[in-house]
Every structure is written in C-alpha cells, then in structure tokens.
C-alpha cells in the first residue's frame, strides 16, 4: 500500500484539517466531515451484519424483546449510555395510545374524560379489569367516589364504558 494514498484526518481544536497525498493541508467542509461519519456508521452497520457476527435490528430486537429498536439504540445500550425502556414501560405507553385513540372517538363531557383518565391510570398500576368498586379507592373518594361518578355518568352509561375499556383499549 502506498503511504502518499492514505488521507488523515485531525481534529486540530478548531478545524478538522485533511492531510492530501501532496502535503498540502486544507480544511474539510462540514458536509464532508458528516459524509465521512455516514460511511463509518454504514461501515459499522455493514461490518456487525456479516455472518461472523449477525449483529443486526432484527436479532438485537428479537433478544432485547424491543421491537422499535435500532441498531444504533442498541449499541448505545451496550456501551451504557442510554437504557432501552422495559417491556412494563412499552405496555404502558401502549395502553395510553390506545386509551387517548379511543378517546378521541368518543364525545365526553371534560368531567367524565377526567374521571376516566383516572380509571385509566388506575388500570396501569394494577394490570387488572375496571369494576365499578373501583370509585370506592380512596383516589376517587378525593373527588366524590361512586355517587360522584354516578352524577357525571348515568349507572347505563358508567356499566357499558367500563366493559368498553375493559375489552377494547385495556387488553394485554
């Protein structure tokens, strides 16, 4: 290999600076210097999927159980500078997007939305269908308890909202 072929780069505080084979220095545009970032990491990424290592989204996502995850979530992971959220927190930010989708749906008054954020929050924290008990708990007694809900709710209402959340949005 020829010495005078090879280009270096360094990082000499301020600028990043190119040597060229004919020992003239130059700065390098901000727009190389990101090229050059992109090809490593396509480097990195094509390198960890060869068949000697296998290192690739799918077979990370699969023994991480994470399936949104990307290959540079997962490398962060291992290097320890980021946690990947735990398969507790991906249920819960499910349930909360399929609440607030069905919500959207549906033309509550902003009392009873309130009241159901709570049931809502109360079905995280306990991983277990809503029955009307529930408005006994103590954190509904703050806002009335069950004749409170029953007043912003008719009991018909309360019954078929709950069975409602209970198939459609709280499932595991």
């Known amino acids: 290999m020829n010495m005078k072929n090879i280009h270096t780069v ?25 090229e050059n970032a992109l090809d490593k990491g396509e480097k990195i990424a094509e390198k960890l999927n060869s068949p000697k290592y296998y290192f ?17 979530e997962f490398v962060k992971t291992a290097l320890g500078i980021q946690e990947l959220p735990t398969e507790a927190q991906l249920y ?11 919500l959207i749906d549906k033309q509550f008054q902003p009392e009873q939305t309130k009241i159901l954020r709570l049931v809502k929050s109360q079905y995280i924290a306990r991983r277990a269908p809503i029955e009307v008990s529930i408005f006994n708990e103590p954190i509904f007694s703050a ?13 018909v209402k309360l019954q078929s909202t709950l069975k409602e959340l209970n198939q459609a949005v709280f499932i595991r």
Do not use: C, M
């Open 10 to 34: 360094y990082n000499s505080g301020r600028h990043i600076w190119e040597n060229k084979k004919e020992g003239v220095e130059k700065p390098l545009s901000s727009h190389r210097t990101k």
């Open 56 to 72: 690739n989204e799918a077979n990370l996502r699969e023994a991480y159980h994470y399936p949104p995850g990307t290959l540079n």
């Open 92 to 102: 819960d930010e499910r349930i909360s997007e399929l609440f607030e989708a069905w």
């Open 143 to 155: 806002l009335g308890g069950l004749n409170h809900v029953l007043q912003v709710f008719d009991d």
